[in-house]
């Protein structure tokens, strides 16, 4: 699955389809796929990463200082749009995905987004349901 895109849902577990956690909000520390146009040339990858806690910026300022990482400033609007998809998945998508398990009959984990709560055009709704049918198969 070589440069394919996580949005896919391939070999996703099915838990993912109920999370609405963006950027691990609870973590000290989250990492995540800069998906930025200025990152798009570089096939190693970039990271988007998140510190909440003191001592773990201190190391990867460290890492920094001993050449053995790059660090570059992101302003709150760059990370926000670069989780772009993620939101989809977690905010759109998620209350898409609730509605159609509580129109299944089935049980569904109580979230801040509520089911059916968001407007998502038509198109977007098939998306996820397509990627729910690929998820699940």
């Not at 510190?51 to 001993?66: A, E, I, K, P, Y």
């Not at 998508?93 to 299944?104: A, P, T």
């Not at 009959?105 to 990627?131: A, M, T």
């Amino acid at each position: 699955m070589f440069g394919n895109n996580w949005g896919h849902a391939f070999f996703q577990p099915r838990a993912c389809d109920f999370c609405d956690d963006i950027m691990a909000e609870t973590a000290d520390i989250a990492f995540g796929d800069a998906w930025l146009p200025q990152y798009e040339s570089i096939w190693q990858g970039t990271n988007l990463v998140v510190v909440r806690n003191r001592h773990l910026q201190d190391l990867l300022n460290d890492g920094v200082s001993q050449r053995s990482i790059v660090l570059e400033d992101l302003s709150t609007d760059a990370a926000a749009t670069s989780q772009d998809g993620n939101y989809r998945h977690r905010w759109d998508g998620l209350s898409v995905r609730l509605r159609d398990e509580i129109r299944r009959g089935g049980w569904v984990p109580r979230k801040r987004i509520q089911p059916g709560s968001r407007r998502v055009p038509w198109w977007r709704r098939r998306i996820v349901r397509l990627r729910e049918k690929i998820c699940c198969a």
